[in-house]
């Protein structure tokens, strides 16, 4: 059970690094496709950030009294999912609004969430090499992302969201 539990724990970290770095890939696409301006996608960034700073302090109070952590993490995990998929998928400046809210809640939570059960599954010598395995992971994936967007981009007419 712990596996999993760090599974998700290290795999929330790769695919929310990845999720930052391929927003900007997708500003060509919304841009031309969805006739967006830029004050529009800098809205939407803007608000993701103001979501996520919301969500990590009320969540870096009241995780210390959640008994379900794993399962928390599991579902802003989720969220977090489908709010990508949704930014890739977005037909109006709304969709994106709606979308970045839902990562900048979810990956909020993340955070307090992740330092709690490192806390609780890891001896206090062992701390750091965790923290640092999933810092470690948080790049790998701002590195696949880059990557992987410029990758799909020169390859897909406009940015197709489908690229991804």
Known sequence: MQTA????????????????????ALFQYLETDL???????????????????????CFGYITTFISSRMQLLAACAALWSIGTVATATA?????????????????????PVSQCLVTEWVKPSQRGKAFGCALALDSLGQTLAALGSAGCLGSCSHGDPACF
């Open 5 to 24: 539990c760090w599974a998700v724990l290290y795999g929330s970290f790769l695919v929310g690094a990845a999720n930052f770095k391929c927003l900007p």
């Open 35 to 57: 006739d967006l301006d830029i004050s529009s996608l800098g809205a939407a960034v803007g608000l993701q950030g103001v979501c996520h700073v919301a969500a990590v302090c």
């Open 91 to 111: 037909v109006s400046s709304w969709d994106l609004q709606i979308s970045r809210v839902i990562i900048g809640l979810s990956s909020g939570v993340v955070g």
